[in-house]
């Protein structure tokens, strides 16, 4: 009789879990790299054919104002995948981000009965990127003025048949939707899935060598018919005399400072945005083998990106800067019982998705998160009212390519950037309903919101002692890096991204170094 009980129990625990696993929904992310946010709504859409965006946004909410926590990739990464702010993970630059032990939100799905799978681009660990990304970071502080990063520049390839052009992130979206229409639509749990690209991420530029960076804009004559080149707008710039003191260093390092014509500018905007039609297209792979196994309509589908791309505007290409191309994100969500074709104006960020992923799967989020769930902003049936969202968006940077830690709010209609690295740096107060290019501070014309605002992120980050803390790490890094070279030091550093500046006088940026080294 005993056996016959605890069979019956097992019984009903077995179809409680099952039924529970066939009700919760299946999760999928597909996140890009350095895709700006404004392309999925308007006007930006109307720039670029993005079909497959388009398909999502009218499927379920795409979010008007969703912003990077960090914009730059690793550190990004970390906050989504962590749900927590850079300052708390200490995720200070693209080699210092989260311990290979930390949890994310897709173990705790795996914990909670989801199969899971990832493919492509994480980069949320600590120890990747190039030395001169490392090196370059640590070394904002001292007082030189180098060119990182090459020049900007376009380059046409293939023909108007050549679609695969970034072959990497087409073979990872390729074994990504096999095993969709292969493997999850037999499983008995649902499954969570993570797909992250690299496009619309810059290229390499080969003629700089093995440590440049990307700064090619590449792409086929297929990709540049979806762009309406006559939509394209040459971006307003500021005079370098006139511009803020970081903004000034980041168009200097990111090699920018040179002159360039409108037909320039006008090509490498044409090429970011053939570059997102890419993307784009690697969504609608996911979608279509989705739809083909039979999974789409018990599916939530996320798109979003680590960061933007500010492709030419403040005289600046790639990101490391709280302008709206470099931190504004894409973030569109549909899925079973959730709203369609809506638009929220609420102000959210990337922190915000590992609570949304917890409350999807009904599983208890932790309480160390600093985001908050988006379910109440989905009309999600379930969601309590209690859910509340507080309606504003912190972001941070550490890292190189800005001689500053750099702190932004975002609330309503203002935009907050604040700066502390133990120098004078005013903030930046920006009305973007009324200055949407972001060329007008102003935090002396609006004393008491600029005071507000500053209140704000104080109460959000101790902004002045986590900067104190980025400092020490920098000096306490390069010391041990320069330490481990002995003699090769010199060379070594006169050979980085930064080498056709350094070596025109050597002396004297080694002494810059070793100025900053010793505070003076």
């Known amino acids: 009789m005993l056996h016959l009980v605890v069979w019956i129990v097992l019984c009903q625990s077995f179809v409680q879990c099952l039924f529970h696993n066939r009700t919760r929904p299946n999760i999928v992310m597909v996140m890009a790299d350095a895709f700006d946010g404004r392309l999925t709504f308007d006007p930006g859409r109307r720039v670029v054919q993005l079909p497959y965006i388009n398909y999502l946004r009218g499927l379920g909410t ?4 969703a912003y990077t926590n960090s914009p730059i990739c690793c550190p990004s990464r970390a906050s989504m995948w962590s749900g927590q702010f850079a300052h708390l993970t200490q995720s200070w630059n693209n080699n210092k981000c989260l311990d290979g032990n930390a949890t994310t939100w897709m173990d705790s799905l795996e914990k909670s009965g989801y199969q899971t799978n990832m493919f492509g681009k994480l980069d949320y660990i600590s120890g990747s990127h190039s030395l001169s990304n490392r090196v370059e970071a640590w070394t904002r502080g001292v007082k030189f003025l180098l060119r990182q990063e090459g020049r900007p520049v376009t380059q ?18 390729d074994r990504a939707a096999q095993w969709l229409r292969d493997t999850a639509g037999r499983l008995h749990q649902p499954f969570a899935l993570y797909l992250g690209l690299n496009l619309p991420h810059a290229y390499k530029t080969d003629s700089l ?13 297929y990709w540049l018919k979806k762009v309406s080149l006559e939509l394209i707008s040459v971006p307003k710039w500021l005079p370098m005399s006139a511009m803020h003191p970081v903004d000034y260093y980041s168009t200097f390092t990111k090699n920018c400072s040179g002159e360039f014509t409108q037909g320039e500018i006008r090509n490498i905007r044409a090429f970011y945005y053939a570059m997102c039609a890419e993307a784009d297209a690697m969504l609608g792979q996911v979608l279509g083998a989705l739809r083909s196994a039979g999974l789409l309509d018990n599916t939530v589908v996320m798109f979003t990106a680590d960061h933007g791309d500010l492709a030419m505007e403040h005289r600046q290409y790639y990101k490391m800067s709280m302008f709206e191309g470099s931190a504004h994100v894409p973030l569109l969500i549909a899925g079973p019982g959730l709203a369609s074709g809506r638009q929220s104006t609420q102000t959210v960020s990337l922190v915000d998705l590992y609570p949304t992923v917890m409350a999807l799967a009904g599983i208890p989020a932790p309480g160390s998160l600093s985001g908050h769930s988006l379910l109440p902003l989905l009309s999600w049936p379930g969601a309590s009212p209690a859910e509340t969202h507080p309606g504003w968006a912190l972001s941070e940077y550490h890292g190189c390519n800005a001689n500053a830690s750099t702190y932004m709010l975002r609330k309503g209609r203002w935009k907050y950037i604040a700066y502390a690295d133990g120098q004078s740096i005013p903030p930046q107060l920006f009305d973007l309903t ?15 919101v600029g005071a507000y605002m500053e209140e704000q992120l104080r109460s959000i980050v101790a902004y002045p002692k986590v900067s104190q803390a980025v ?16 003699g090769y030091y010199s060379k070594v550093i006169a050979n980085l991204r930064w080498h056709v500046d350094w070596q025109r006088d050597m002396l004297a940026n080694e002494k810059a170094v070793d100025d900053w080294l010793n505070g003076i």
């Open 62 to 65: 795409t979010f008007l104002d």
């Open 209 to 221: 060598g093995p440590t440049g960076g990307g700064s090619t804009f590449l792409t086929s004559p």
């Open 156 to 173: 046409l390839v293939g023909n108007a048949s050549t679609v695969r052009i970034m072959t990497k992130d087409w073979e990872t979206t």
């Open 434 to 448: 009324q200055d949407k290019e972001e060329l007008h501070n102003v935090v002396t014309k609006f004393p008491k």
């Open 471 to 486: 400092q020490l790490y920098n000096k306490q890094q390069f010391i041990s890096w320069r330490k481990g070279l002995g």
